[in-house]
């Protein structure tokens, strides 16, 4: 472009586009840093339980119910209905996945029954938005609000005398079948053990992958490409998410937007009971009042973190079960480590906003945030416990607070639609 062009009136061309696009090597090279960067909090500060297997195997068990809401909400949102009712179906599915494997003595049969759970929530919710035109967020808040109530109610009618159950709790539940890759256990474990640099790191990881999975788990982590595939690789999800970004163009090519808004919410609210289902059968091996502990809203915020995209929502829902596994494990310990590797990750952004953004503000900002971090960590010698339980729901707001400026939702996600509008 130049000054003569202009002056003439002659066309532009727009200036190529530089979006970053991340490719599959990248994401390799960028898990690899990862690694390397917690294997040298490791050995700085003793806290060998950040990389253990132990610890890899709990975050894996923690990722899965928020994956499984995150994924929920990705397919509302996507045909533009807000879900804010995630939590309200998970305790649904949490329910019903106790008393499906109950009934039939079988844990298979709870997973089906927790997915048909958290779908009648999804009907309601998609009867009150789509049918009806009701506010998203008031029909979501009633769903959560009526999800406790209703199990409430059918604890005390169904758990309450049963051996082992009551008004808040059901009997155990047949345990759930998990499979290992033979032969590599032993060796991983010896690795690990002898707390080398990077080495140990990586057999760790490998070994909590690897070993003793849950087939439930199997089962979610599939879920995330074949959510992928069908959302955009096949002429059903494209439809779905035509409706959810121009329902008023969709409509005009023949595409029926209750019919799609409709299926999109029901499948979001099995997988949402299919989270719940997952936490009263693996997690717990029994059904409690209050077990989804809020992670249905926790998903939904991997959902916005990941930008409505499966890959950047399974990110999001690794990144919070990890930090809820630490405190889990070594407690103040692991999370004293974290800052550290925290210190470094802002210290490497900034540096790249500087030198390839060339945002002078922002790098200033985020230095500093480095600068702070590092030093709440070299004045301390651990977390006091009484904050570690906190670690995963402060992750949830500052990784919110960084990812806000690049989140392009669904262009109608949360927007009433009426049949035959025209705007």
């Given amino acids: 472009m130049s000054a003569t062009d202009l002056a003439a009136g002659r066309p532009v061309e727009a200036p190529p586009n530089r979006r970053f696009k991340l490719t599959f090597p ?4 960028g898990v690899v840093a990862l690694i390397v960067l917690l294997s040298i909090a490791r050995v700085v500060t003793g806290a060998n339980d950040i990389t253990s297997g132990g610890t890899v ?5 923690l990722a899965v119910p928020i994956g499984l809401a995150a994924l929920g909400g990705l397919w509302s949102e996507r045909a533009g209905v807000v879900n804010i009712g995630l939590e309200g179906m998970m305790i649904l599915g949490t329910w019903f996945g106790a008393w499906g494997a109950l009934q039939f003595d079988n844990p298979w049969a709870g997973v089906v029954a927790g997915a048909i759970g958290g779908a009648l929530g999804g009907a309601i919710h998609a009867v009150a938005t789509v049918t009806f035109g009701v506010d998203h967020i008031i029909s979501g808040v009633a769903i959560n609000i009526v ?3 209703f199990t409430q ?6 758990f309450d005398g049963m051996p082992g159950g009551g008004a808040k709790q059901s009997p155990p539940v047949p345990p759930m079948s998990t499979l290992s890759i033979p032969g590599i256990g032993d060796p991983l474990r010896t690795l690990e053990a002898k707390h080398w640099f990077v080495l140990s790191d990586f057999a760790g990881l490998l070994r909590g992958l690897t070993q003793n999975v849950s087939a439930f788990t199997i089962l979610a982590i599939l879920l995330v490409p074949l959510t992928y595939y069908v959302l955009w690789r096949t002429a059903f999800g494209l439809r ?7 329902p008023v163009a969709a409509e005009s090519l023949g595409v029926n937007v209750y019919l799609y808004k409709w299926i999109a919410v029901l499948f979001s609210g099995g997988l949402a009971g299919l989270g719940g289902a997952f936490l009263s059968i ?4 029994i059904y409690r009042d209050g077990q989804t502990g809020g992670r249905g809203y926790i998903g939904l915020a991997a959902m916005i973190f990941g930008n409505w995209r499966p890959g950047g929502l399974a990110g999001g829902a690794a990144l919070f079960g990890y930090t809820d596994a630490l405190q889990l494990r070594q407690g103040g310990t692991s999370v004293h480590a974290l800052l550290l590797v925290v210190a470094l990750l802002l210290a490497a952004v900034a540096v790249y906003q500087l030198v390839r953004q060339g945002r002078n503000k922002a790098a200033l900002i985020t230095g500093i945030g480095a600068v702070v971090v590092y030093v709440v960590f070299a004045v301390t010698d651990t977390v006091p416990e009484q904050f570690t339980s ?3 729901y402060l992750t949830t707001l500052l990784v919110l607070s960084l990812a806000s400026q690049r989140l392009r939702p669904p262009a109608a996600d949360g927007i009433p639609y009426r049949r035959g509008q025209t705007t």
Avoid: D, Q
């Fill in 26 to 29: 990248m994401l390799l090279l």
């Fill in 57 to 61: 195997s709990a975050a894996l068990g």
């Fill in 147 to 149: 999800g406790v109530g």
């Fill in 153 to 158: 109610y059918l604890s005390k009618l169904v």
């Fill in 240 to 246: 779905v998410r035509s409706v959810g970004e121009r």
């Fill in 282 to 285: 693996v997690a717990a091996g």
């Fill in 390 to 392: 906190f670690t995963p």
